[in-house]
């Protein structure tokens, strides 16, 4: 009983935590708590989520989980369905292609390129909510909820490479 | 055995052919799940539903944990101005008691000024208290999830709070009821300016701020005023506070909403009979 536990329920949870982790951080992300910071301005987790999951294990992590975390948005929000879909996907072709040049780097070039990425993906999904109302979203929110986001992202990282040195090994894979 | 081994084929044939093109079909399923919502359709709504109020389910899970690390700290918090508070609100009980001997001569006089001019009364709208079990507000929307229950909750129902309108029921998943707010891009409300009775649409733009449209050009509206909901179109109940004028320029008015949507724990859905009206512009659809 114990060996079949280990050889089959370890492995799938393991290959499923990048995409158990993700859903609960952006569910977490929904939470009505009275947080003075996140008030107005709440981050987009789940681009963290998916940035950081596809630069250290792409292998656990693919278009499926982007997609299934895109619906997972858009069944609790109520914003433009489609459109936070379209940012994660356009954040995973980003990463998918550019990941190379972050292989190995110090973490702070890890952080310049969520910057960077983030910052495309988000103004993107914004040029697509804009085109879709037939008027200009307010810029000044998203930008600060882009700084908040690059601001938290440290932190994020930091939970996700725990659960990822924590429970996942490769060699149970 | 060779029809079998061509069917293999082509099924192999098909699923490499969906995994060279999976990246071009999601991002078409983004584009058309958009343009369904574009034309309201509503079997995305009821699709959905079921999904949704799974997920919502999940995110009331996580309050339970969430919320008592934060009462906790609000508790030792809250303790130290107890004290204070109970001051103030002595004296604002004593002014209250004042003006409800007031309301009471006023609702009095009111029956019988009705009577006299046999007035219709609109109907009586009860309401239903729910919990907020998720909120955003972001650059892309500003709304809410609620548990409701079994109640029976329509589609256009007026939500508040204690302080005043924080918006309408825009979806139902079973249990579950997403609310946006009248900050939301989307929302768009009757209002009155109280002190002059001027007509307008309180509109959100996803800021603090929702703006005051389709005003006469020639009203008097000043820094200040208070709106109120107008009751025109029947949706919403007359007289509902809404908020304050707090910008007045050549292009725009901006209104302070009552209510303090990001802090709000629980809200008042008034069930105001408009199941007519929702069902009547959902047949038109």
């Known amino acids: 009983m114990d060996d079949n536990f280990n050889e089959n329920v370890v492995p799938f949870f393991q290959k499923s935590l990048p995409l158990i982790s993700s859903v609960i951080i952006m569910l977490l992300a929904y939470l009505p708590i009275n947080f003075a910071l996140f008030n107005n301005v709440r981050p987009d987790f789940g681009l963290m989520c998916i940035y950081f999951w596809m630069l250290h294990r792409p292998d656990l992590f693919n278009l499926i989980s982007v997609f299934l975390l895109g619906v997972v948005d858009m069944l609790i929000t109520s914003a433009l369905p489609g459109a936070t879909l379209g940012a994660y996907l356009i954040m995973f072709v980003l990463v998918y292609n550019t990941q190379k040049y972050f292989n190995a780097k110090p973490f702070i070039v890890i952080w310049y390129g969520f910057m960077a990425l983030s910052l495309l993906t988000i103004l993107v999904k914004w040029l697509l909510a804009s085109v879709y109302y037939s008027t200009f979203l307010p810029l000044s929110v998203l930008i600060f909820s882009y700084l908040i986001g690059v601001a938290v992202y440290p932190l994020v990282s930091m939970s996700l490479a725990f659960l990822q040195n924590t429970f996942i090994q490769d060699e149970g894979l | 055995m060779k029809r079998r081994r061509s069917l293999f084929l082509h099924l192999n044939q098909l699923k490499q052919m969906i995994k060279k093109f999976a990246l071009v079909i999601l991002f078409l399923l983004a584009l058309l799940l958009m343009i369904l919502n574009k034309n309201n359709s509503l079997i995305l709504e009821n699709s959905t539903a079921p999904a949704t109020s799974g997920v919502a389910y999940l995110v009331d899970i996580l309050v339970v944990p969430a919320k008592m690390l934060g009462k906790a700290y609000d508790y030792v918090d809250e303790l130290q101005k107890i004290k204070q508070d109970n001051r103030v609100l002595r004296a604002e009980n004593r002014e209250l008691k004042v003006l409800q001997n007031k309301y009471k001569a006023l609702e009095i ?76 891009i989307n929302s768009k409300i009757p209002v ?30 000043n820094i200040g005023d208070r709106i109120v909901t107008s009751g025109v179109s029947g949706v919403f109940p007359a007289g509902l506070p809404v908020g304050q004028v707090v910008a007045v320029s050549k292009n725009e008015i901006k209104v302070k909403p009552f209510a303090s949507l990001s802090k709000t724990e629980y809200v008042k859905i008034i069930k105001y009979g408009i199941a007519d009206i929702v069902k009547q512009s959902e047949n038109e659809k």
Do not use: W
Not at chain 2, 144 to 154: F, S
Not at chain 2, 202 to 207: K, Q, R
């Open chain 2, 192 to 221: 009155i300016v109280e002190k002059n009775r001027v007509r307008g649409i309180l509109t959100g733009d996803n800021t603090n701020f929702p703006k005051l449209i389709f005003v006469p050009l020639d009203a008097e509206i």
């Open chain 2, 109 to 184: 006089e009111n029956k019988l000024l009705a009577d006299l001019l046999n007035y219709v009364p609109l109907p009586n709208a009860g309401f239903i208290s729910a919990r907020v079990v998720a909120e955003e507000n972001n650059a892309f929307t500003n709304a809410m999830v609620a548990y409701v229950g079994d109640n029976e909750i329509t589609k256009g129902d007026v939500v508040l709070s204690d302080d005043g309108v924080v918006g309408r029921v825009d979806k139902l998943a079973n249990e579950y009821a997403k609310i946006i707010m009248l900050t939301d």
